[in-house]
């Protein structure tokens, strides 16, 4: 068996991750303000986790960030340009990886990963193909080519929508809780996989996640969302010992049995 | 109010959604397989509920007008009454009356569900714009499909109508004299009229479903109550552009 190295087929990667600017963001849906003057940066090739509890605005946060969401006022910039504007869709390339995956169900895997490069015409159908191939095989998914997303695993569906995010060669990869109901040597299998794509492909990183493990385990930077307020911004050595009360009881929450929250709550 | 700017917003979001897959126009040819798989959705499954809906239209319209129109033996007519009743009204109404309830619905499921479950997100953050690949080959088609859609349901209409008039006893007009009525009493004009109408109903449905399914937002209950929507607001639409469609050509 040959052990000829394998040429790189993603010829982008490497050549240009991009930074990205939040300037006093703020966003309402009606009267209920998610967002609360949110400012930080993400700097090109980081990897930025961004944590809080159910609700905080993560998701939303994310959205504006590739254009999904328009801001009720502030910025927010990917590469110096108006991440609201179509434009900047068309000069950087974004890949979100949805929390559900949002794998088109009509389309088998191979074609939901090659329905980028077909579209926007990169490439001829032979190294299309090769790009699939090779994404699927970084992701451990040679066999599900031909499988439709509906026979797949939870586990391989977030694994299929990062293959796909993969063969658009972003220079933005962002992840909307990537490890959410995966057990946890799949959750730790994700981690390595986003760590491994920014080491090996120099894509700048933003992961939405609950998961300590992997914030603490892969982040640069890692940020806490807490009532659309932007509460925390530290490296992870800085997050093992929190001085904020609120910080530390979201990441090392203690099960006391004898005082439960929810009798707290109650009261 | 709510209502009315919400009716409001519809109406705009729909219009724009036209420009923008109309600007997409360019991409058609090279979305041919696309193009290809709604005109077989929209013409060819939609087929034989037109025909066997049109065919008892045309039969029932002959019984009725042999019964009425034999009191005062105006019988041999039948012809005409049934071959203009379908191609200038029954013909294209029943065949978007049937598009909205089978295709419309069926486009306004899909992209509710699309939108729902984020594929349509997935498709604006891989600079893939939805009226280009979801909406452009569904008015394509529509436009194709429609007029056939049209012409077989006149055809088979006036086919029943034919059948209907020979062998009831009341009415026994042999199918030579019955066509001989309908080519003497029709002009091309009408059954041209009857393509353009079916063609605007089609194309106004298949807008509309679009429209309604890439704005849905919510859960599963959501996706229903889209369906049921654009399938009102289609019939609503029918009816209401058979008004000024028929006005505008007469």
């Not at chain 1, 894509?203 to 806490?224: F, K, M, N, P, Y």
């Not at chain 1, 099960?255 to 439960?260: A, E, G, S, T, V």
């Not at chain 2, 080519?183 to 679009?210: H, P, Q, S, Y």
């Amino acid at each position: 068996m040959s052990c000829a190295p394998t040429r790189n087929p993603f010829t982008h990667t490497e050549s240009a991750a991009v930074g990205v600017s939040i300037e006093g963001l703020s966003k309402s849906f009606g009267k209920f303000q998610v967002l609360k003057n949110i400012s930080f940066s993400v700097q090109p090739g980081e990897i930025f986790v961004l944590m809080g509890p159910s609700g905080s605005g993560k998701s939303v946060l994310l959205k504006h960030i590739v254009g999904l969401e328009l801001p009720t006022s502030g910025r927010v910039t990917v590469d110096g340009k108006d991440a609201s504007s179509e434009a900047t869709r068309e000069q950087v390339r974004m890949a979100l990886v949805f929390q559900s995956g949002a794998l088109f169900n009509s389309l088998s895997v191979y074609d939901n990963l090659a329905l980028y490069p077909r579209e926007h015409q990169v490439g001829d159908e032979a190294s299309i193909r090769e790009k699939v191939m090779r994404a699927l095989q970084i992701l451990s998914l040679e066999g599900t080519a031909n499988k439709a997303p509906s026979e797949l695993s939870g586990g391989m569906k977030k694994r299929v929508a990062i293959a796909r995010g993969l063969v658009m060669e972003p220079q933005l990869m962002l992840y909307d809780e990537p490890t959410s109901e995966l057990d946890p040597v799949m959750s730790a299998t994700i981690a390595e996989i986003i760590a491994t794509l920014k080491d090996e492909y120099h894509v700048t990183s933003i992961v939405v996640s609950h998961d300590r493990e992997l914030a603490l385990g892969i982040a640069d930077r890692v940020g806490i969302l807490m009532g659309g307020e932007l509460v925390s911004l530290g490296t992870p050595a800085e997050l093992r010992a929190p001085k904020d009360p609120r910080v530390a009881e979201f990441l090392y929450p203690k099960i006391d049995l004898k005082n439960p929250r929810f009798k707290k709550l109650e009261t | 109010m709510n209502q009315i700017t919400a009716i409001l917003e519809g109406i705009g979001s729909t219009i724009q959604l036209l420009f923008r897959a109309a600007s997409y126009t360019p991409s058609l040819w090279r979305q041919r397989a696309r193009f290809i798989e709604q005109c077989y959705l929209i013409g060819y499954t939609t087929l034989p509920i037109v025909a066997i809906l049109s065919f008892f239209i045309g039969s029932v319209l002959a019984l009725q007008a042999g019964y009425s129109m034999s009191n005062f033996g105006a019988k041999q007519f039948i012809g005409s009454l049934v071959g203009l009743s379908m191609a200038r009204e029954l013909g294209p109404v029943m065949a978007a009356i049937l598009l909205a309830g089978r295709v419309g619905s069926a486009i306004a499921a899909e992209l509710a569900s699309m939108k729902v479950y984020q594929e349509i997100d997935a498709l604006v953050t891989m600079n893939i714009p939805p009226a280009k690949v979801l909406v452009l080959p569904r008015l394509a088609a529509v436009l194709v499909m429609m007029p056939v859609l049209a012409i077989i349901a006149d055809l088979v209409g006036w086919f029943g109508g034919a059948i209907v008039s020979k062998y009831t006893a009341s009415i026994a007009i042999e199918p030579e004299a019955y066509f001989s009525v309908l080519r003497r009493f029709m002009e091309f004009k009408d059954v041209l009229n009857g393509l353009i109408k079916a063609e605007v109903f089609g194309f106004a449905i298949v807008l509309v479903c679009c429209s309604i399914g890439l704005n849905t937002r919510g859960g599963p209950r959501e996706i229903g109550a889209a369906v049921t929507k654009a399938v009102v607001v289609s019939l609503i639409l029918i009816l209401v552009l058979d008004y000024f469609v028929t006005k505008a050509l007469m």
